[in-house]
């Protein structure tokens, strides 16, 4: 029997195979360029039951999704025209030990940029390029849902900004799409196109660091339009060039292979996030503004829950009496046995809020302090 392609998730740059279990990162192979671009989550093997395992069947073997013609299935690399480039950036930014680099796209002409929220995670500093024209702005988060890996960013001093035009008709199984980014963070657009293989599609997001919480990802559009890391966070166009979905996540069998699976949050998903930030709605799973900031880093999860590799010095979890080698049970009164569990209730907590935090020591006592996050260095 044949192997299946390796499941990735290509984050800055990174490229760590998953197993078929959802989340289980088992080897990294090693970076793709100078920019360690943030693509690629990655989906499971076998589907979840929310999410069919395969595109569903047309009617007849000749026919589309709707019975009428099936459009031609050819994947490969088209043209960048001015109305490709229309409204879409680059993306470049600063963590503390490295660049990375992705896709947006101009959603606002007052300065508003989609991206995905692993493209600018953990940054210090945001820069977008405009592909029209390589006029350059600095740009800051402004909010984000990082459930569905999306944030909005705002550009300074924004001038004579085109927007891409967005997706209102329904998408379909065999629909025609391209998705253009900045593979590699090489600095310019590419596009490559392909058509829908499924709808509603589940994966997994797990980011290049170590410490990164993974995070579940689901309702995605999936095709066979290839798209690399720097792609990350840009148009994936219908055939009348308009966006319906931003490019998040992928497979991949080798560096240049065409032969892939590319996933995409629906526009209209990613574009409900972004209006409810504009409108300083901070319900549900929408963190506007600086996240909470424990200043602990957690090692991958296994079997005996949040285990502290270290805890920075002068930081709020150093306040409280932590160190490295404990394993935190519960934080604000809620029981945590994943780093994405105590991301998402992190997430829930402003700033300056003092909360309770319980963990058990090396010694196996269970210590309950006070803990007081602060704003957040990073994004």
Avoid: C
């Avoid at 360029?33 to 929310?50: E, G, H, I, V």
């Avoid at 009617?59 to 109305?83: C, L």
């Avoid at 550009?155 to 900004?161: A, C, F, H, I, S």
Wanted: hydrophobic content about 35%; proline content about 7%; aromatic content about 4%.
């Amino acid at each position: 029997m044949s192997r299946p392609p390796s499941l990735v998730l290509v984050v800055a740059g990174v490229v760590l195979a998953l197993g078929s279990q959802l989340g289980t990162a088992v080897a990294v192979t090693g970076a793709t360029s100078q920019w360690r671009d943030r693509l690629w989550p990655t989906p499971s093997a076998s589907a979840p039951p929310t999410a069919p395992a395969t595109a569903p069947a047309s009617p007849t073997p000749d026919a589309g999704p709707t019975g009428g013609p099936r459009p031609e299935q050819t994947v490969g690399p088209v043209d960048v025209t001015d109305a490709i480039k229309q409204g879409v950036v680059l993306v470049s930014g600063r963590t503390p030990e490295e660049g990375v680099a992705g896709t947006g796209m101009v959603v606002d002409a007052e300065g508003f940029v989609l991206t995905n929220y692993h493209v600018v995670r953990s940054t210090e500093s945001i820069t977008v390029t405009l592909a029209s024209t390589g006029r350059r702005h600095t740009a800051r988060l402004v909010g984000r849902d990082a459930t569905k890996d999306v944030a909005l960013l705002e550009l300074e001093n924004p001038r004579d900004l085109q927007e891409v035009t967005l997706d209102e008709g329904e998408v379909l199984v065999g629909d025609v799409v391209v998705v253009a980014g900045n593979a590699h963070g090489q600095g310019f657009l590419t596009a490559h196109r392909g058509n829908v293989l499924g709808l509603g599609r589940a994966i997994n997001v797990k980011g290049a660091s170590e410490y990164d919480p993974p995070q579940r990802l689901n309702g995605l559009i999936e095709t066979n339009a290839p798209a690399w890391p720097g792609d990350s966070g840009g148009p994936m166009f219908d055939a009348d060039g308009e966006v319906l979905g931003m490019t998040t996540a992928g497979t991949e069998t080798s560096e240049e292979t065409e032969d892939k699976q590319v996933y995409a949050v629906p526009i209209r998903e990613a574009m409900a996030v972004v209006e409810q930030i504009r409108r300083g709605d901070e319900s549900g799973t929408v963190v506007i503004g600086p996240k909470a900031y424990l200043g602990l880093y957690a090692e991958a999860d296994d079997t005996d829950g949040i285990k502290v590799a270290s805890v920075q010095d002068d930081s709020p979890a150093a306040d409280a009496g932590m160190e490295g080698g404990e394993q935190i049970l519960s934080f604000d009164g809620q029981t945590v046995t994943t780093r994405a569990e105590l991301s998402d209730v992190l997430d829930t907590i402003e700033p300056g809020t003092t909360v309770p935090i319980t963990w058990r020591t090396a010694d196996g006592d269970e210590v309950t302090a006070e803990i007081t996050p602060t704003s957040s260095p990073l994004n």
